[in-house]
């Protein structure tokens, strides 16, 4: 099994900035891309950032400009600077791998546990 825990949310004022970290552990045999999600009170989830293990990065449009993904693929890690915070931003972000655990054939997708970004305005 493959297990992701994120770190780093908080309570942060409108314009600054907050780093999101998470740790992919247990028996993995590969990852492709990891990424972050993050869902807001009474909205879908929705993908924020992705990078490959190529470190090929996407962001939604909303926080292009604002937001870096990187990674670490020596250490299994990912992680989210985020700047110029927005109320919008509030949410709890979630992170996540397309990994194959070395239990199996099979690339699957693991989720961290969340944690709660807060944007006041």
């Known amino acids: 099994q493959v297990q992701l825990v994120e770190s780093g949310g908080g309570l942060v004022q409108a314009g600054g900035s907050l780093r999101l970290s998470c740790i992919a552990s247990g028996s993995i045999a590969a990852i492709f891309t990891m990424g972050w999600y993050r869902q807001a009170p009474g909205k879908q989830r929705e993908l924020v950032a992705t990078?490959?293990?190529?470190?090929?990065?996407n962001y939604v449009d909303s926080v292009k400009g604002r937001f870096t993904t990187s990674r670490d693929n020596d250490e299994n890690t990912v992680n989210l600077q985020m700047n110029s915070l927005k109320p919008e931003d509030t949410a709890v972000y979630y992170c996540?791998?397309?990994?194959?655990?070395?239990?199996?054939?099979?690339?699957?997708?693991?989720w961290g546990q969340g944690t709660q970004v807060t944007v006041s305005s």
């Open positions: 996540y791998a397309n990994a194959r655990s070395t239990a199996s054939s099979y690339f699957m997708t693991y």
């Open positions: 990078i490959t293990s190529g470190r090929s990065a």
